[in-house]
């Protein structure tokens, strides 16, 4: 069984720049939800997505925006970065069963200078 | 409004003893509670979880306690070992309103060293 993979590691981008993350579930799973993980922080919610739609949303605005895939797989797109953006971006992925146990991927450090 | 609270903030214990986490919250609409392990540079690792019609769950040397009416819960290491030197994060989980899954609040972690 695959676990949640995410590309890339490591990125790092100008201020103003827009910036694409991608996850892949882990296999079964129907449900990525994606957080922002600040250093020394505890992960924040950005989204949800299931079926292929936005299935929950937490306090980001909307140049945070994403995408799913008919195989389950996923993009998180960051539109004029900023540098309070720099951070841990963590997919997880959960089960068709309800979706309470997520499991996440190692996660992408977005640097913005 | 920071609805999971989680102290202390950072945790020194030796090798062989007791390593406890607290996390109190605020919404009584969270019905599941799971633990987090996050080693630097990975993502965090489910390591436990109960829900609140059970007041303890034991995994191994990994015991969640939950008090309902308090609406607080806690992670207890036995016999802590290097190994877990880590950050724990406690957090709890709701049905997001109109869906039909789950997000995640954390509370802000907890770093763990065990020393040998």
């Known amino acids: 069984e695959t676990g949640v993979t995410q590309s890339p590691t490591h990125l790092i981008k100008t201020r103003g720049q827009q910036v694409t993350l991608r996850c892949s579930s882990q296999?079964?799973?129907?449900?990525v939800s994606w957080y922002q993980q600040a250093l020394g922080q505890g992960p924040q919610f950005i989204f949800q997505y299931y079926r292929e739609e936005e299935n929950g949303r937490g306090n980001f605005p909307p140049r945070f925006s994403g995408l799913q895939f008919p195989n389950y797989s996923s993009e998180l797109n960051v539109n004029a970065l900023e540098l309070d953006d720099s951070a841990l971006y963590l997919c997880?992925?959960?089960?068709?069963?309800?979706?309470?146990?997520?499991?996440f991927g190692p996660g992408t450090r977005l640097t913005v200078t | 409004q920071q609805q999971v609270k989680q102290s202390p903030q950072s945790l020194i214990v030796q090798k062989g003893g007791i390593s406890i986490i607290n996390c109190a919250y605020e919404n009584t609409a969270f019905d599941y509670f799971p633990w987090y392990q996050q080693f630097p540079g990975k993502g965090p690792a489910l390591l436990i979880a109960i829900r609140p019609d059970v007041s303890e769950k034991k995994e191994g040397r990994f015991t969640i306690s939950f008090n309902k009416s308090a609406k607080q819960f806690s992670l207890h290491i036995m016999d802590s070992q290097p190994g877990d030197s880590a950050t724990y994060f406690c957090?709890?989980?709701?049905?997001?309103?109109?869906?039909?899954?789950?997000?995640?609040?954390f509370g802000k972690g907890t770093l763990l060293t065990v020393n040998p």
């Open positions: 296999s079964g799973h129907n449900t």
């Open positions: 957090a709890a989980s709701a049905r997001p309103s109109g869906g039909s899954n789950y997000k995640l609040t």
């Open positions: 997880a992925s959960s089960s068709p069963s309800g979706g309470k146990e997520q499991y």
